[in-house]
Structures are given as structure tokens and as C-alpha cells.
């Protein structure tokens, strides 16, 4: 356990609401609680019993301030492992300000962002991937994304990364014997098997990253073609909501519009754009500018194409560029006659064509989910199959790797034992960092910095 002085904070949103919580935690945190705290049975807070609701006021010089419920929870079993207070108010601003000033008039100094959280790392109780999870299950917006966080919070990850440094620390122990012993015949060879299983261990920890890099930040699809080819039908058919301007006349988008929505769990940022094409006036030529930006931010493009029109030049250009990236081709308006047959566009370079009506719905959910899945390479991913992970962890599982492969590459050419336990010892560092161990002041602030001050 590590001393530090008592610190209090708002817990919950500021602004009207049917309670507002305002918490403190540290060695102090129950003696002032006592000192603004007037219970309406007989007790002190000091010798309650832990994890107990007491009701009772908020005084200040003898004059109430609110009606109040008071949790006490003793070290260790907290959040934090220290004295924990939680004083439910009635929900408005003025109330937990109030009762948040009395108690930092009282001794309390007021909790830095995610200060909670990090003393709960710093005593123990839980991991540093731990602590990102209770941030993820903060942010989580989608159901998968909750699911997901919940179970990097019960300790997932840390489970795996635990059995990957036990396995690395036994490789290493092998090679000290031949480091130690010289003189035994023994050579790092046949340890080359159990290093590469390693490193395919941390390829899979880096595939699953890259999976929930997708559920946790969510995918970026564009919506080009020529001007009046359905859009913006598109875009409102997907978002079940009249979002974009529809009208008979080419060319009514003149500027990007952007909604967010949940596909099987994933949150998909729809970007519909103006017509592209040679523009003819200074305002669609910005519209056009804007809409080939979105494509260069985008993580996958929706081709669109008028099935009741004959094949332009415009289309044609369109199929043939080099986009760089996961494109869908949908033929819209499979509601009227077709104009061109699909073998005219199967050399395109679009695997994957869907033939929709935007206007009456036909195909449509068909095409959301080949959203998600062209991304994902295999459909949605179960739970289990991926992590939630940052750029800072993925960077480490990437560096573990690059280690390994070292090791491993060390052992084929031949090396002293002494630089393959090197690399395997950076392989161990790098994944301990994972774990919080050996982590900077200045990196364990950045990540505590992203929570709110009441968590």
C-alpha cells in the first residue's frame, strides 16, 4: 500500500439529475466526512461497518445544505484500497458543488483526472490494462463495445499477458543454464520451437488488437459516385432517419454530411458527399474537394452506381481507379428496370457488389452488414476473438514481437546464447510494461489523464 493524502471529487454528471454522488478516498476521508455529516440516528462514521448507507445532513456553521445518504467503506476492500466516503446528494449543481467545497474546506484536496482509478493501479487492485478497461467501459457506445470492456475488466488480457512472460521467463531460465555452464554440451536450437510459439502467441494478441481497434473506435465508410445516383437515399435508408437533402435535381449535396451509426455493434461513421465530377460552378468544385478529402480519411468506400441508367464515363473512371482501400459496389435502384448487365462491370477492381433499392429499403441491411465485414475480413467478431486495446499497448505487443523475432532469428543464425537471452529479456520487458511494470510517471499520467476527475 502507498500513503497519500485524502483527495474528493464530483462523481457523477453535472446538472439536474435524481442524484448526484460526490466521493473521497484516503485515510482522512471518513474524519471529514464526520465533521459536515449529522446522521439521524445515533452513530460516527468511524465505527460503522464497512460498505454501510447511512442518511442524515449536510451541515455548514449550524445550516443545512441537503438530504443526504452517506457510503462508508473501509480499506481494503474498496475501490481504491483506502477509506472510501460516497455522499449521495440530490441531484443539481449547487448541491454536489457545495458538499464538494465543504469537504475540500475540511481537509480534502481536490482529485486530478482519473486519480481514482490510478491509486487503485498504484495499490494493487487492479492491473494497468485493467485500469484502460474501466475507461473503455466509461466510453463504451455500442453494445460490443461494452461487452468487451467488461471483459478485459475481469482480466482477460491480463491473464494472457501473465502466461506470456511465465512462458518467456521459462525460455530465458533454459538459456542461463547454457550461459552459466559453458563447459555442458548444449546449444539454444532446440529451444527455436518454443520461442516461435511465442511469438505466434503475441501475432494473435496483435490480430485480436486490430479487430477491437474496429469495435472500440469504429469504421469510416464514404459514399461516392456521380451526382444523382442515390446518395444521400442511401444514407438517410441506413440511418432510418431523413438526415440528408433528397431531390429529383443532380448535384444537391454540395458539402459532406456525417452520422454515426451502430451496425451489429460497431459504430460506423456514414460520410455522404457531392457528385463526382467535373464541377461547374466554384461551389460544387468545393463540394468535390471535400468529398475526395473524406475519401482519403475513410476506411472503406461505398462505389455507388445508377442501375437505370446506362454506364458513363464518370462510372467508369470510378471503377477503374486504384482506391486503396476496401471498396463495396452498390447498384442502386434495383426497383426499375436495369440499363446495363453486371458482367459490363465485373473486371472493376470491387469484389463485392450489391444490388439495392435505397429508395424502398430493398438490400439495404444486406449492404450494412457487408460493411462491417469487408473491414473485419470475417464478419463481426465474437466475443473473445478481440481486444481493446490503444495505440500505446498495440505499439508494445508490436515491440514484443519485433523481439521475438529477433530471438528467433538470433538461434537460426548461429548467435551466442548471450544475445538470444537479450532479446528474449527486451521481449519480457516490453510485454511487463503491458502489466504496468517498469511504466514511466510520464506515461502512467497520459493514460490516466483521458478520465474524468471523479473516476
Same mark, same amino acid.
Given at each position: 500500500? +502507498? ?15 435524481? +442524484?448526484?454522488?460526490?466521493?473521497? =478516498? ?13 446522521? %439521524?440516528?445515533?452513530?460516527?462514521? =468511524? ?30 476492500? !474498496? ?8 455522499? $449521495? ?37 487492479? =492491473? ?9 467501459? *466509461? ?18 488480457? /491480463? ?19 547454457? +550461459? ?7 546449444? !539454444? ?46 444514407? $438517410? ?23 454515426? *451509426? ?18 461547374? &460552378? ?16 475513410? &476506411?472503406?468506400? #461505398? ?16 471503377? %477503374? ?11 442502386? /435502384?434495383?426497383? #426499375? ?9 465485373? =473486371?472493376?477492381?470491387?469484389?463485392? *457488389? ?9 438490400? *439495404? ?67 511487463? /510494461? ?22
Amino acid at each position: 500500500m +502507498i500513503e497519500f493524502d485524502t483527495i474528493a471529487a464530483i462523481s457523477t454528471p453535472l446538472g439536474e439529475g435524481g +442524484i448526484g454522488i460526490v466521493r473521497m =478516498s484516503g485515510p482522512r476521508a471518513i474524519e471529514i466526512a464526520e465533521r459536515i455529516f449529522r446522521p %439521524s440516528a445515533r452513530i460516527r462514521l =468511524s465505527r460503522v461497518p464497512t460498505h454501510s448507507l447511512h442518511h442524515g445532513f449536510i451541515v455548514a456553521d449550524d445550516r443545512m445544505i441537503d438530504e443526504v445518504l452517506v457510503s462508508v467503506m473501509h480499506a481494503p476492500r !474498496t475501490y481504491t484500497r483506502e477509506d472510501i466516503v460516497e455522499i $449521495n446528494c440530490h441531484g443539481g449543481i449547487a448541491a454536489v458543488r457545495a458538499v464538494l467545497d465543504l469537504l475540500l474546506r475540511n481537509g480534502a484536496r481536490l482529485a486530478e483526472r482519473g486519480e481514482f482509478t490510478k491509486r487503485a493501479f498504484l495499490n494493487g487492485r487492479i =492491473s494497468l490494462d485493467q485500469a484502460q478497461a474501466v475507461l473503455d467501459t *466509461v466510453r463504451a457506445q455500442t453494445r460490443l463495445g461494452l461487452e468487451a470492456a467488461v471483459e478485459r475488466l475481469g482480466g482477460r488480457f /491480463k491473464d494472457e499477458v501473465e502466461s506470456l512472460r511465465d512462458r518467456i521467463a521459462d525460455v530465458l531460465a533454459d538459456i542461463e543454464v547454457v +550461459i552459466d555452464y559453458p563447459d555442458v554440451d548444449a546449444e !539454444t536450437r532446440p529451444l527455436l520451437p518454443a520461442i516461435r510459439e511465442l511469438r505466434e502467441a503475441v501475432g494473435r494478441l496483435i490480430q485480436q488488437a486490430a479487430r477491437g481497434r474496429v469495435v472500440r473506435e469504429g469504421l469510416t465508410a464514404v459514399i461516392i459516385g456521380r451526382p444523382n445516383v442515390g446518395k444521400s437515399t442511401l444514407l $438517410n435508408a441506413i440511418l432510418a432517419e431523413e438526415r440528408a437533402i433528397v431531390t429529383p435535381i443532380p448535384g444537391t449535396t454540395r458539402d459532406t454530411v456525417e452520422e454515426v *451509426v451502430e451496425i451489429d455493434g460497431i459504430p460506423v461513421r456514414l460520410i455522404d458527399t457531392a457528385g463526382l465530377r467535373a464541377p461547374t &460552378d466554384a461551389v460544387e468544385e468545393e463540394g468535390v474537394r471535400r468529398a475526395r478529402r473524406a475519401i482519403e480519411r475513410a &476506411d472503406m468506400i #461505398l462505389l455507388m452506381l445508377d442501375r437505370s441508367s446506362p454506364l458513363t464515363e464518370e462510372d467508369r473512371r470510378l471503377l %477503374s481507379s486504384d482506391w486503396d482501400r476496401p471498396v463495396l459496389l452498390v447498384l442502386n /435502384k434495383s426497383d #426499375l428496370p436495369p440499363a446495363f448487365e453486371k458482367g459490363e462491370i465485373e =473486371s472493376s477492381s470491387c469484389p463485392k *457488389v450489391y444490388e439495392i433499392s435505397a429508395k424502398n429499403g430493398e438490400g *439495404v441491411d444486406e449492404l450494412a452488414r457487408g460493411i462491417v465485414d469487408s473491414v473485419l475480413t470475417g464478419g463481426v467478431p465474437a466475443r473473445g476473438t478481440f481486444l481493446l486495446l490503444d495505440a500505446w499497448e498495440r505499439d508494445l505487443l508490436h515491440r514484443t514481437a519485433e523481439a521475438l523475432d529477433r530471438a528467433a532469428g538470433a538461434v537460426e543464425s548461429g548467435a551466442s546464447p548471450d544475445v538470444v537471452a537479450e532479446e528474449l529479456k527486451a521481449a519480457y520487458l516490453e510485454a511487463g /510494461k503491458l502489466q504496468g511494470i517498469d511504466v514511466s510517471e510520464d506515461v502512467l499520467g497520459k493514460i490516466f489523464s483521458r478520465f474524468c476527475v471523479g473516476k
